[in-house]
């Protein structure tokens, strides 16, 4: 059975860090992109960052970009979104993805064939 798990999520102070980890079991997806996409409270899903299978290539969003970081362990199967200079509208559920069907580039949620559970990022202005 193939499991992402997040952890890292919880309240910061805006201008505040933190640093989400998304740890694969079942299968391994060290030759696959994996990405990160959020999802606020009354709003659809959104594409954050997105990382090669090698770590090579990252692409993020505008909202994101020069603030967040994605990056991967493939020896341990496990990739990472480390989030600095915080904002409130970071406020939302942080899903990890893996596997994309279409590319690398793909934002689509849609497109992703293996998703986590989600874990809460709350941002305090």
């Known amino acids: 059975q193939v499991q992402l798990v997040e952890s890292g999520g919880g309240l910061v102070q805006a201008g505040g860090s933190l640093r989400l980890s998304c740890a694969a079991s079942g299968r391994t997806f060290s030759s696959k992109p994996m990405g990160w996409f959020r999802q606020a409270p009354g709003k659809e899903r959104i594409f954050v960052a997105t990382?090669?299978?090698?770590?090579?290539?990252?692409y993020y969003s505008d909202s994101v970009k020069g603030r967040f970081t994605i990056s991967r362990d493939n020896a341990k199967n496990t990739v990472y979104l480390q989030m600095n200079s915080l904002k409130p509208e970071d406020t939302a559920v942080y899903y990890c993805?893996?596997?994309?069907?279409?590319?690398?580039?793909?934002?689509?949620?849609?497109?992703?064939?293996?998703w986590g559970q989600g874990t809460q990022v709350t941002v305090s202005s």
């Open positions: 990382i090669s299978w090698n770590g090579g290539r990252t």
């Open positions: 993805a893996a596997d994309p069907t279409t590319s690398f580039y793909s934002t689509l949620p849609s497109t992703y064939r293996y």
